[in-house]
Nanobody, 115 residues
């Protein structure tokens, strides 16, 4: 089973950038579909970006064009590069790993976009 640890969150001004990292343990990392989700106060958790085991990506919401998900299977790490950040991007960002019936979550990292 994969264990996930996020890092890279923090406080950034509107228009700024952050790169989140999610380090995974386990030898099967390359087989997992990896995703980044976020949850703002009072809102449901929402999908930000997905990357398949073959590297295909999907950005279903407002992150498209501003955020980029990538993975380095040699480092068991998935990244989320976030550019042109807006106050509405403020949320706890969670890393997710899916493989078959497994659906695993990290503890999250806080991103705050504010002046």
């Amino acid at each position: 089973q994969v264990h996930l640890v996020e890092s890279g969150g923090g406080l950034v001004q509107p228009g700024g950038s952050l790169r989140l990292s999610c380090a995974a343990s386990g030898s099967m990392f390359r087989m997992y579909v990896m995703g980044w989700y976020r949850q703002a106060p009072g809102k449901q958790r929402e999908l930000v970006a997905l990357i398949g085991s073959g590297g295909s990506t999907n950005y279903p919401g407002s992150a498209k064009g501003r955020f980029t998900i990538s993975r380095d299977n040699t480092k068991n790490t998935v990244y989320l590069q976030m550019n042109s950040l807006k106050p509405e991007d403020t949320a706890v960002y969670y890393c997710n790993a899916k493989l078959g019936a497994e659906n695993l979550w990290g503890l999250g990292t806080q991103v705050t976009v504010s002046t």
